[in-house]
């Protein structure tokens, strides 16, 4: 419906975001909010989250430190499965599952 919007989202995801949608900041805020929250909740435990890809690709980008650009580099399938894992040392990347290779279309 919107070629030109989505071609500029899937290109920038940070700066090409469609006219009136929620700033890049405060989504990244609100996804490193709730990561937190699960975090200081759920310490010691295991807890699953279901999530649309950009939500996990935030996450990825927010535990590595790298810039939210970097999001537009992580790629995410259907039914992808991030791990992390925060303790006394601090989160970590365990791993993006994007399923068995030879699956992506």
Known sequence: RYPEQHAAFLAD???GRPPGSEP???FVERVTRGIERLETNHAGQS???LSHAV???VAC???LGAPMAAIAKVETEYAAVLSIRH???GRRLLG???G????EA
């Not at 068995?100 to 699956?103: L, N, T, V, W």
């Open 13 to 15: 995801p940070v700066d």
């Open 24 to 26: 890049m900041a405060y």
């Open 47 to 49: 807890v699953l989250v």
């Open 55 to 57: 939500v996990m690709r």
């Open 61 to 63: 980008a927010w535990v």
């Open 87 to 89: 303790n006394a040392r």
């Open 96 to 98: 993006l599952d994007n």
């Open 100 to 103: 068995a290779p030879g699956d």
